[in-house]
């Protein structure tokens, strides 16, 4: 299924097999019932950082299964005011 | 801070000045200071820009010491923009400064009779107050340059801005950074105007020959400052986020949240975002040679501020905030960073309120006095403002004001006070603390979107009613406490999420002061400064009727949640009792 995938304040794509190494919007193909943490761990994102993930506008938690078209982005913890 | 500053400036023979001992008011400071002297001293039916109202500018009850992040000057008054008690606080020197000098507070009393203008230098031997009409309508960045000439680069400087001398309702104070820029405002609820009414243009604070506050036990404040600031760099918000990209972080999260509110509050998303980001305003203001790190007062290690070029590499404005992005950017359809940047000088240079500016442009936007999206024509709409032509007085004179000239039905105020840059509907939380804020629609006074979007300090869902009451309480008793420490409130993340930290900061209170303060404490001190405040709006007039957000919230749902504000009447008016 393809996701939408946007990576937000420095994150980026780190997993070197993947077209999108580097990027930080991209579109993927991935394995139908991938979850959030799933995805996470195919992007090789940095484990030790917590992450706020919005799946099509919505805050979901690491085991949300994801959808065919669906819209992700990931942001590690931001602030502002 | 054993001292107040008394300057009367309506006296018969020019102003006049007392300085006397703190008194009652003694272990005050910031916006705990500034709330109870107004509602002590000032008639809450009064006024706003009538000689009774008075205008009280306090530092924190740790400003001027070798702590870290206390650099936060509270201002305090009957506000013109609200009718309601007003505190406005901003970042810059002068906070550091007036405390070092031993002023726990200076309070401008009364209004002159004729219209000379006065300029006020306060340095260890004592005040000059002196007319200087030569200073008249002179913006911001021009007014510090000319002071400079006489005063120096030594000293810090609050001024106003042409618009404060006109008393617009969005008039701001502004308080210059390290580097002598006017950049750090006092900006919501037209404090500004009420400094104009007074007729004071510069206060110039010098304090040479002045030494840090020395806090009771020495040793445990430098110990629990140490540990204050770990924990600030340990926190990914406070340390990493911040630094490296200023609030405008915001931008992408909360488009991605479908709560950035877009097109006057018509939609939560804008499609121009990406161009508008924190990111790209990091990767651009680095690449003109300007950073993307920068602190707005000396002790400050959060460095959330920076420096934004214009495209030659010429200084253009400092770092765009969240807010100012937002309300001149997506809230009124424009993508361009350069825009924004340009009308954020504007807001500095003029003396004006970035929010209530941003969103009033949207409105007369909405309107149909310019278009959705036209950059050339917000700037000019700045310019009127700036030259205070009869629209430039209106648009200054902020959004409810506007929208009435205009016939705009749909107009985000609060009380008078613009919506910031959160939709209530896509953020209930935030909605309940525009709605019951004591300051009007403001965001900082409870920032629930820490916790609704953010995740810091708990996770309540922004989409449902359920927990925003208790959110918004909780986040505004504890604003109330920290506003009245000196410190910015940057800190918050850090010591909601890691409670060693908050133990740090307690500890730094308790060893500045001889003290055994404990969160309970805090707690009440928030508590005490929310009451205060909330009688004196009963007193002037202010029932719970107020206490709401405007029709079409509640009845207009905005995409792409498809939700309207659904916190019930009953519920807000639980959010004071405790």
């Known amino acids: 299924m393809q996701l939408e995938i946007r990576l937000f304040a420095g994150l980026k794509c780190n997993n070197p097999q993947l077209p999108s190494f580097g990027k ?20 090789a994102i940095n484990p030790d950082i917590r992450l706020l993930n919005m799946v099509n506008h919505h805050h979901e938690a690491d085991d949300w299964v994801l959808q065919d078209n669906d819209r992700i982005g990931i942001f590690p913890p931001i602030g502002g005011g | ?25 003694a272990g005050l400071g910031g916006r705990a200071l500034t709330s109870i002297v107004v509602a002590k001293e000032v008639p809450p039916l009064c006024h706003p820009l009538g000689a009774e109202n008075k205008l009280v500018f306090a530092p924190g009850m740790l400003s001027g010491t070798a702590g870290a992040m206390t650099g936060r000057l509270s201002v305090g008054c009957k506000s013109p923009l609200t009718g309601t008690i007003k505190e406005s606080n901003a970042g810059g020197q002068a906070a550091q400064v007036m405390a070092r000098l031993g002023y ?90 009420v400094m104009g009414v007074k007729c004071v243009k510069a206060i110039i604070l010098d304090d040479a020959g002045m030494k840090m506050r020395p806090p009771v036990d020495p040793e445990k404040y430098r110990d629990a400052n140490r540990k204050f ?21 915001l931008t992408n999260i909360l488009n991605e949240a479908g709560g950035y509110p877009t097109y006057n509050f018509k939609q939560g998303q804008f499609s121009g975002s990406a161009n508008l980001s924190g990111e790209a305003q990091a990767q651009l203001e680095v690449k003109r040679g300007g950073t993307a790190t920068h602190g707005c007062h000396r002790g400050c290690v959060i460095q959330c501020s920076g420096i934004y070029n214009d495209k030659d590499g010429h200084y253009l404005t400092k770092q765009p905030e969240y807010e100012t992005v937002w309300s001149h950017g997506g809230h009124c359809g424009i993508d361009d960073l350069d825009t924004v940047a340009r009308l954020d000088f504007m807001d500095d240079n003029i003396g004006v309120d970035t929010i209530d500016m941003g969103v009033t442009i949207g409105v007369a936007m909405d309107a149909g006095i310019i278009p959705f999206g036209d950059r050339e024509g917000a700037i000019r709409l700045m310019e009127e403002v700036g030259k205070g032509t009869p629209l430039g007085r209106i648009l200054g ?41 004591t300051q009007g629609a403001d965001h900082t006074a409870g920032y629930a979107i820490a916790t609704n979007i953010l995740k810091v300090g708990g ?93 079409y919230f509640y009845t207009e749902p905005v995409a792409p949640h498809n939700l309207t504000f659904n916190v019930k009447d009953e519920e807000l008016d639980q959010v004071f009792n405790w």
């Open chain 2, 397 to 437: 004179c902020g959004a409810e004001i506007t929208g009435k000239v205009f016939g705009v039905e749909r107009v985000p105020v609060v009380k008078g006070q613009a919506l910031p840059a959160y939709d209530p509907r896509a953020v209930q939380g935030i909605g309940v603390t525009y709605a019951t804020s």
């Open chain 2, 459 to 551: 996770d309540v869902d922004p989409l449902k009613p359920e927990g925003q009451v208790e959110l918004s309480r909780n986040l505004q008793i504890a604003t109330a406490a920290i506003d009245s420490t000196g410190m910015c409130l940057f800190i918050a993340f850090a010591i909601m999420d890691q409670p060693e930290t908050f133990q740090a900061l307690l500890d730094m209170l308790n060893a500045f002061y001889g003290a055994n303060m404990t969160a309970d404490d805090v707690v009440e001190l928030g508590k005490k400064v929310l009451s205060v405040e909330r009688d004196f709006n009963k007193r002037a007039g202010f029932t719970a009727q107020h206490d709401r957000l405007p029709r």
């Open chain 2, 1 to 25: 801070m054993d001292k107040i500053l008394r300057i009367d400036m309506g006296a018969a023979n020019g102003p006049k000045m007392t300085v006397e001992p703190v008194g009652e008011y």
């Open chain 2, 229 to 249: 600031v770990e924990g600030l760099r340990r926190h990914p918000v406070s340390g990493e986020a911040l630094p490296a990209y200023g609030t405008n972080v």
């Open chain 2, 104 to 193: 726990a507070a200076m309070i401008l009393e009364g209004n002159p009779a004729g219209d000379d203008l006065y300029k006020i230098y306060i340095n260890k031997d004592g005040v000059k107050i002196e007319i200087d009409n030569s200073l008249k309508l002179l913006d911001n960045y021009p007014l510090v340059e000319r002071l400079r000439q006489e005063y120096g680069d030594k000293v810090a400087y609050i001024t106003i801005g042409s618009a404060g001398e006109r008393k617009l309702l969005a008039a701001s104070i502004a308080c210059t950074d390290p580097q002598l820029r006017p950049t750090r405002h006092c900006g919501r609820g037209g404090v500004g105007a």
């Open chain 1, 24 to 43: 930080d919007a991209f579109d993927l193909d991935v394995p139908t019932g991938t979850t959030v943490g799933e995805l996470r761990k195919l992007l």
